[in-house]
């Protein structure tokens, strides 16, 4: 297993993409965080490895159960994050979304509830 950080990232990344695209690829991963194809091959397998996505026959990268509900929770802790700091700080929303990408991954639950019910 390797850092929840990176984990997290991937797994947000394949579901923004599975959004976007009809197939979600390893290269597409890569494209979209900028990474190398080895580093995000590596990732990959661990993910299927301990059950957060499948690899289709045809490359398509899918999210399992628990990936997905993992990339849900991220993706809405950045999101509201996001709404937050622009809403509440005035911050430029380009800055909020790169400060609101940082704060998802150590925010503690009761913190992210207790600012959900700002909105």
Do not use: W
Not at 20 to 34: H, I, M, Q
Not at 63 to 78: N, P, S
């Amino acid at each position: 297993m390797f850092v929840d950080e990176s984990r997290e990232m991937y797994l947000k990344t394949i579901l923004t993409l599975s959004k976007e695209l009809e197939l979600v690829r390893s290269v597409d991963v890569a494209n979209k965080l900028g990474y190398s194809k080895p580093s995000v091959s590596r990732a990959v397998k661990n993910l299927i490895s301990e059950g957060a996505i499948d690899v289709l026959d045809n490359g398509n990268i899918v999210l399992l159960e628990t990936g997905l509900e993992a990339a849900e929770t991220v993706l809405e802790k950045h999101e509201i994050l996001t709404e937050v700091l622009v809403k509440y700080l005035q911050l430029d929303p380009t800055i909020a979304m790169n400060d609101a990408c940082r704060i998802e991954h150590v925010i503690s639950d009761e913190t992210f509830d207790a600012l959900k019910k700002l909105l």
